[in-house]
């Protein structure tokens, strides 16, 4: 089972990014999101599809239909320029990890 | 706050095995709600899950790594760890130990440690 993320998303500060996931009903698997900072272990900030962990500002939201899982950050800003992971469970691999997605707050 | 931290060599000759410790601090690794788990990231790259361990002592591995991985737990130590056998330079990457959850069909992991570098080399 795989996870594919595109490499890298640019977004403009105050504005919208989209992270996409996409895998083989992904929908029905409740993907999950992590952030990774430069020299940092990742940090859980979407879990089943679309809760936030304690903590996680509200401008991180997830959602997810068929094929795709979305990371959607509102109002952008420049600390959330970080790799993105997102994270599944299939019965065939256990745990998998899309391969990340670089997001630039330029 | 739980808190993972792991311990071991930072150097690893090829084709020996590599033993990691996570100790767990401010819970107990005994509580049934949680997965132990080894993570790794090969520098520059991406996270490649390894397998966890239960506190019973069950175990699920990575199927393409299954020949090579064991992971066990100590309840009494608080701790758990990783053998990873016939090291490459291909196996060289930051492991970190991480905390898993599994609640209505997710899976997922909410608390994790700093990470320690491995590197492998003669």
């Known amino acids: 089972y795989e996870l594919t993320q595109p490499p890298s998303v640019s977004v403009s500060p105050g504005q919208t990014a989209s992270i996409t996931c996409s895998g083989d009903k992904l929908g029905d698997k409740y993907a999950c999101w992590y952030q990774q900072k430069p020299g940092q272990s990742p940090v859980l900030v979407i879990y089943q599809g679309t809760k936030r962990p304690s903590g996680i500002p509200g401008r991180f939201s997830g959602s997810s239909s068929g094929n795709t899982a979305t990371l959607t950050i509102s109002g952008t800003q420049a600390m959330d320029e970080a790799d993105y992971y997102c994270q599944a469970w299939d019965i065939s691999t256990a745990v998998v990890f899309g391969g990340g997605t670089k997001l630039t707050v330029l | 706050q739980v808190q993972l931290q792991e311990s071991g060599p930072g150097l690893v000759k090829p084709s020996q095995t590599l033993s990691l410790t996570c100790v767990v601090s401010g819970g107990s690794i005994n509580r049934g709600d949680y997965y132990w788990s080894w993570i790794r990231q090969s520098p520059g790259k991406g996270l490649e899950w390894l397998g966890y361990v239960y506190f019973t002592g069950t175990t699920y591995y990575k199927p393409s790594l299954k020949s090579r991985v064991i992971i066990s737990v100590d309840t009494s130590m608080n701790h758990f760890s990783l053998r990873l056998t016939s090291m490459t330079a291909a196996d060289t990457a930051v492991y970190h130990c991480?905390?898993?959850?599994?609640?209505?069909?997710?899976?997922?992991?909410?608390?994790w440690g700093p990470g320690t570098l491995v590197t492998v080399s003669s």
């Open positions: 991480a905390r898993g959850l599994a609640a209505n069909g997710a899976y997922y992991f909410d608390q």
